[in-house]
Every structure is written in C-alpha cells, then in structure tokens.
C-alpha cells in the first residue's frame, strides 16, 4: 500500500474523526494524520505545513461537506487561492454522508475535488484512494 507524508482529516464530528484516525493508523499509511475540525484549522494548517513545502505537508484531505463555520466548499473556495503547485501536491476526497445535488455541482465547478467518497471511510475505500491517486 502506499505510504503518504501526511493525511488531513477535516470533519467536525469528533467521533468521525477518531474512527478515522484508528482506520488510517491501523493501515500504517502514513505516521502524519492531522485532524481540523472546520475548513478555517484545515486551511491554517496547510498554510503552517505546505508553505513553503515541509515533510509534514498532508498530500491527502479527506473533507466534509456540512461542518459550522466554514463548510467544505468555502473551504475550497479558499483552497483555489493557494499557489497552483501545492494544489497540485495535495489530493483532495470529499468524505460525507450524502451531497445535495447543487453541492456536487459546484464542487464539479471548483475543479479541486479528485473525488467523493460516502462515510463511513473503510480499508476498501481507503485502498481505492490510493489505488486511483497515488499508484506509482
């Protein structure tokens, strides 16, 4: 399986991001998991992490939709506005429960999403990620 220098996870659901965690630690994929819990921390820490480019820069976000504070696609409203090669580096999946149709739309239009994803996140999924991403 491949190994990543780091995974975001962004997701306000406390419980989420804890069997998340556990999943993504008993894969051993990567020994760097962050956690946000709106699109505010996640865009702050891939500022502190990804600019400039350090070792714990995440090349995976697995990103909720609905969270208080801002959502997943004003999150990826702010994302674009970052230097194109680091939005290059990182893959970004939609992880949520179910997408309003206008929600899909205009994260089609924002162009940044590799895919969607439905929770809950399992190995199969996750190993369907990496397969389609970051395969050599």
Same mark, same amino acid.
């Given at each position: 399986?491949?190994? %990543?220098?780091?995974?975001?996870?962004?997701?306000?659901?406390? &419980?989420? #991001?804890?069997?998340?965690?556990?999943?993504? $630690?008993? %894969? +051993?994929?990567?020994?760097?998991?962050?956690?946000?819990?709106?699109?505010?921390?996640?865009?702050?820490? %891939?500022?502190? @992490?990804?600019?400039? *480019? &350090? &070792?714990?820069? *995440? #090349?995976?976000? %697995?990103? /909720?939709?609905?969270?208080?504070?801002?959502?997943?696609?004003?999150?990826?409203?702010?994302?674009? @506005?970052? *230097?194109?090669?680091?939005?290059?580096?990182?893959?970004?999946?939609?992880?949520?429960?179910?997408? @309003? *149709?206008? /929600?899909?739309? $205009?994260?089609?239009?924002?162009?940044?999403? +590799?895919?969607?994803?439905?929770?809950?996140? &399992? +190995?199969?999924?996750? $190993?369907?990620?990496?397969?389609? @991403?970051?395969?050599?």
């Amino acid at each position: 399986m491949a190994q %990543l220098s780091g995974i975001l996870l962004v997701d306000d659901d406390q &419980t989420t #991001n804890f069997l998340n965690q556990s999943l993504l $630690r008993r %894969l +051993a994929i990567t020994s760097n998991i962050l956690v946000a819990q709106d699109g505010q921390q996640a865009l702050t820490m %891939l500022t502190q @992490h990804c600019l400039p *480019p &350090t &070792t714990e820069c *995440p #090349n995976l976000v %697995l990103l /909720d939709v609905n969270m208080p504070g801002m959502n997943g696609i004003q999150f990826l409203e702010a994302y674009q @506005h970052l *230097p194109l090669a680091e939005q290059k580096a990182i893959v970004i999946v939609m992880l949520t429960t179910s997408l @309003h *149709p206008r /929600d899909i739309e $205009r994260v089609q239009q924002l162009d940044t999403v +590799a895919g969607f994803v439905s929770k809950p996140l &399992t +190995a199969e999924k996750v $190993r369907t990620i990496l397969q389609d @991403h970051f395969s050599a």
